[in-house]
């Protein structure tokens, strides 16, 4: 799959995937909703960031999880 707002540039943040070349790493945002953080509430924290920008986030990290597979204890 093709992401359009998600970009990786060994110059940016070591290469980890961001967001539109921005050195915000789509981790952090990631993280930011997996903590309980809004939709809303992290738009207003970033105004850098885009609606579409964590919408594009959500769907890499639902294909990752698609692909990889882990083995629980």
């Known amino acids: 799959m093709k992401f ?10 070591s290469g980890k995937p961001c ?6 790493p789509v981790s952090r945002l990631l993280g930011l909703l997996a903590s309980g953080e ?3 509430s992290i738009l ?4 850098y ?3 579409a920008d964590i919408d594009e986030a ?9 692909e990889e597979v ?3 204890a």
Not at 4 to 13: G, L
Not at 19 to 24: D, S, V
Not at 58 to 66: I, K, Q
Request: aromatic content about 14%; overall charge neutral.
């Open 4 to 13: 359009q707002r998600i970009t990786v540039n060994p110059e940016i943040c």
């Open 19 to 24: 967001i539109r070349g921005l050195r915000f």
């Open 70 to 72: 882990f083995e629980f």
């Open 49 to 51: 960031l885009e609606p």
């Open 44 to 47: 207003k924290a970033y105004p």
């Open 58 to 66: 959500l769907l890499y990290a639902a294909c990752l999880a698609d």
């Open 38 to 40: 809004t939709k809303e």
